[in-house]
């Protein structure tokens, strides 16, 4: 589907495939674990399954994209740093997960609709789940 794009066009997308997806499963990965230790396996076991939706066939393709040395946003910034409690963990690990789903979603419209829809599907699901972690639960537990 890649029309018409220039070697850089497709470095920067290939790029930004491998950073974002990095990211994606990461924020996964850290909701999945503070459910799991939490003893609430449904909600893991959900986190668990756009984790595994979420990994390409030929990631190596992106991997080979990668350069970390050049990156001029690797540093954290103080704000990034800062949490309080696991509250602060899950709010901004939801949020990393909508963000990088997004960017998927929009690149993949360049490279493949139905990896795109994929990472829409990922996105929704996790709106889905934060209404229900940050509001729901703490609503049970009033």
Do not use: W
């Not at 080979?64 to 050049?70: G, L, S, V």
């Not at 599907?121 to 934060?130: F, G, M, P, T």
Request: glycine share 2%.
């Amino acid at each position: 589907m890649m029309t018409n794009l220039s070697k850089e066009e497709k470095s920067l997308l290939f790029r930004g495939i491998d950073a974002n997806l990095n990211r994606l499963k990461e924020g996964l990965r850290v909701l999945e674990d503070i459910c799991r230790f939490s003893d609430k396996k449904e909600v893991a076991s959900q986190f668990k399954e756009l984790r595994h939706l979420a990994t390409l066939p030929n990631y190596k393709t992106y991997l080979q994209f990668r350069d970390i040395e050049n990156d001029v946003l690797k540093e954290s910034l103080k704000i990034e740093n800062r949490r309080v409690g696991i509250s602060d963990l899950i709010l901004a690990n939801f949020k990393r997960v909508q963000e990088s789903s997004r960017v998927l979603e929009e690149f993949f419209k360049l490279e493949n609709l139905e990896t795109s829809e994929i990472f829409k599907k990922i996105r929704y699901k996790a709106y889905s789940l934060e209404k229900k972690s940050l509001i729901e639960d703490s609503l049970d537990s009033t």
